[in-house]
């Protein structure tokens, strides 16, 4: 679709003649076209990115009389840190607020180390999306000499680059990938005094201060990997502040880069949207020749009236139709989930009524944000984004979104957990996910249409498209890590030990499956990771049982055909719906990336394995085997 289809496409459905709406969309429209004003961005070039870095190596100079970054040199950089946290942009460590895992119906601050480089493959982000990998080290230096102030020697900017990668990759080690798909492994709950003792350096308890003078306010404070906080204490402390400052200036790159253009030093920003330059800001990296306008809407997304963008889509797409049918479906899921763990071998009758409790517990999230804002109010929408004001400046625009939602997230802390919110993400995003500290599963709109579901196809389509969705949220609530969360959503063991070792020895059997599976990287084939992808490995397989037995316990004998595929039994269709969603062909380099640190195994791997496990799928093809291979819930 072009441009012209595009903006067509939003008139139609949009009800301009409703003055919210159009003030909205009009606020919506003037940052799409600053984004769009390519003369004017590239007459800006470099400077607003320069300022910013500018201000940064202020607040951290190389040299400076008398000051050190040890621990005792009494220098802490506190004030660095509120900069570039208020911008949204990671120095060392990020500040998040989120659910107190000791108490999820409380929000939290969250502080938590720089787990991946703003380059680097790593867990899935808040967008759910990954970043590409590290630039190449001459990448680095070439964007050193460009930004850095005094404009470095090339000589000095060579040395550099490797210096800040080696950093960069140093600060990303200090936590084994295998423990990154734990979202609270490692997570304690400190006071603020001892989370100024942790780390005197990085000075998180005046950062904290600054963004909420209230100390009572901020209460306990959720830190991951304390220890690794502390270890990236004593490394930062024994480098060079010439190769620290280069660092920060290459997270302001990885951040805010994409929003400059200087066609003389740099590829224009449609050229900036790969790999080497994607943000640590939410928003997904977009293909190197991605046209522009689709770049800018994208920017709106992430970066901007997110919810303002989401009205014309939810209103052409009748979200509100299809959400009554998603709900039903995913009752029917829970029902069934209830109904299996009757015949569950390996659970205790105790086990069984807690996970039966668990799964009555769940909340559900389905299209669109139902508070903070309602995504059905319009006025609601309004006055969500009152106190942001788009103009034709576009980078000043991407600040100004930055600091109004660090504010208005930062304003949380101490508050009622809200689970019915989408927490500032698009609602068109493809996307769903289950939180394991709100025990809640959000089925974004985006999901909600073909190929994964659609009001008018048959139930076995829509079932084994976004049914098998539903299950595999919901069955991660009891995978290797979300057993370790009460029906309350705060970590506890509520498993008695028989049950426990009922359960680890059938993961057992998931790991070895997956380990065998191998996947072609540019060194030749690579095994894939049956430890770091068992999550998700028990979610495919739970999912895709729940939503075959859901499916059949209500079955309509009188279900259509598919026109072209008539030759397929509604039970070989519902699996063919389950399989076409993973159709991919990634790059040997970017499945080499992925290896290394994705919690999801590939996606050929994730068809072949879950379909293994399926005893309904072994039956619908008369394999000659009928019994899975492996096997939890």
Request: aromatic share 8%; hydrophobic share 35%; charged share 25%.
């Amino acid at each position: 679709m072009d441009y012209s289809a595009f903006v067509q496409n939003v008139s139609i459905v949009l009800p301009r003649d409703e003055p919210t709406d159009k003030a909205l969309f009009d606020s919506a429209k003037t940052s799409y076209q600053a984004c769009m004003d390519e003369s004017s961005v590239n007459a800006q070039g470099l400077t607003p990115l320069r300022n910013v870095v500018e201000q940064v190596t202020n607040k951290f100079p190389a040299e400076k009389p008398g000051c050190t970054t040890d621990k005792t040199g009494n220098q802490s950089i506190s004030d660095l840190l509120f900069f570039m946290q208020e911008l949204d942009i990671t120095a060392f460590t990020g500040i998040e607020i989120l659910p107190d895992p000791l108490d999820p119906d409380r929000m939290a601050f969250a502080i938590r180390p720089l787990i991946d480089p703003p380059d680097s493959p790593g867990i899935k982000k808040r967008d759910n999306t990954k970043t590409g990998p590290l630039r190449p080290a001459a990448e680095t230096a070439k964007m050193l000499k460009e930004l850095m102030p005094g404009n470095v020697s090339d000589e000095e900017a060579r040395r550099l680059g490797p210096a800040v990668n080696d950093l960069t990759k140093a600060l990303s080690d200090l936590i084994p990938p295998e423990d990154l798909k734990e979202d609270f492994q490692g997570a304690t709950s400190m006071t603020l005094e001892a989370v100024a003792a942790l780390s005197p350096l990085f000075g998180h308890d005046k950062v904290l201060k600054r963004f909420v003078p209230d100390v009572a306010a901020i209460g306990n404070v959720t830190v991951f990997f304390p220890d690794a906080i502390r270890r990236m204490s004593d490394l930062v402390s024994n480098t060079p502040r010439k190769v620290i400052q280069a660092f920060l200036v290459s997270q302001v790159d990885g951040a805010l880069g994409k929003y400059v253009s200087d066609p003389s030093v740099r590829a224009p920003r449609k050229r900036q949207t790969g790999p080497y330059s994607s943000s640590m800001a939410p928003g997904p990296p977009a293909p190197p020749d991605r046209p522009l306008w689709q770049q800018c809407i994208t920017d709106i997304q992430w970066s901007g009236m997110t919810y303002a963008l989401d009205r014309p889509f939810l209103i052409a797409a009748s979200v509100d139709k299809s959400t009554a049918l998603v709900e039903g479906m995913m009752a029917s899921i829970q029902e069934q989930f209830v109904q299996n763990l009757a015949n569950n071998p390996w659970m205790s009758a105790g086990a069984k009524e807690q996970a039966e409790n668990k799964t009555g517990r769940i909340t559900s999230v389905m299209g669109t944000s139902q508070s903070s804002p309602n995504q059905n109010d319009v006025e609601d929408i309004a006055a969500y984004y009152a106190g942001l004001h788009m103009t034709s400046d576009y980078f000043a625009n991407i600040l100004s979104f930055r600091r109004w939602l660090t504010k208005l997230q930062f304003s949380r802390p101490g508050k009622p957990t809200d689970r019915r919110t989408l927490a500032d993400e698009p609602s068109t995003q493809v996307s769903a996910r289950y939180d394991r500290g709100g025990n809640q599963i959000s089925i974004l709109a985006g999901i909600m249409q073909s190929p994964f579901f659609h009001r008018d196809l048959p139930a076995h389509a829509n079932f084994g498209g976004l049914g098998a969705v539903l299950g595999h949220e919901l069955t991660h609530g009891f995978d290797d890590v979300g057993r370790k969360y009460d029906p309350s959503g705060r970590q506890a063991t509520w498993w008695d030990d028989g049950t426990i070792a009922g359960f680890l020895e059938r993961a057992r059997c998931f790991v070895q499956q997956y380990s065998n599976f191998t996947a072609p990287t540019p060194e030749g084939e690579k095994p894939v990771d049956g430890d770091l992808t068992l999550g998700e490995n028990i979610a495919d397989a739970g999912g895709l049982r729940l939503a075959f037995d859901a499916w059949r316990r209500q079955r309509n004998a009188s279900e259509p055909k598919i026109s072209g595929l008539e030759r397929f039994t509604a039970e070989q269709m519902f699996y063919i719906s389950f399989a076409v969603h993973f159709c991919d062909n990634p790059s040997p380099e970017t499945v080499a990336s992925l290896l290394v640190k994705d919690v999801h195994a590939p996606e050929f791997a994730r068809i072949m394995g879950t379909t293994a496990n399926s005893r309904g799928f072994r039956e619908a093809f008369d394999c000659p085997v009928k019994e899975p291979t492996c096997e939890l819930f």
